[in-house]
């Protein structure tokens, strides 16, 4: 599967950004989905994570109810919401793709196949 995020921007601390992954090439109701984010010289971090059907989510602990995951298995496309954001929100997001898993795994990048190219978010304070 490829996946192609868009929908990063620079936007100001308390502001909203909606994050998109298309996805083409398999069936992307297969696919447990994730979003990471990765600073210069840090990990690259959970962020949230998907079932296939979109009964299951997990977040991180620093979301705090301020972001939302979720997917259009229709358009093949997954979400991420993101309100009252943080400057230190800022990073690159990536989203992933791979077959189940349960919360250690879809909560760890090393267990993701398949990567999109990441997107910019920038938040000024």
């Known amino acids: 599967v490829q996946l192609q995020a868009s929908g990063g921007g620079l936007v100001q601390a308390g502001g909203s950004l909606r994050l998109s992954c298309a996805a083409s090439?398999?069936?992307?109701?297969?696919?447990?989905m994730g979003w990471f984010r990765q600073t210069p010289g840090k990990e690259r971090e959970f962020v949230a994570a998907i079932h296939w059907s979109g009964g299951i989510t997990y977040y991180a602990d620093f979301v705090e109810g301020r972001f939302t995951i979720s997917r259009d298995n229709a358009k093949s496309t997954m979400f991420l919401q993101m309100n009252a954001l943080k400057p230190e929100d800022t990073a690159v997001y990536y989203c992933a793709a791979r077959i189940g898993g349960n919360r250690v795994v879809l909560t760890t990048s090393s267990y993701y196949p398949y990567w999109g190219q990441g997107t910019l978010v920038t938040v000024s304070s």
């Open positions: 090439g398999r069936t992307f109701s297969a696919y447990a």
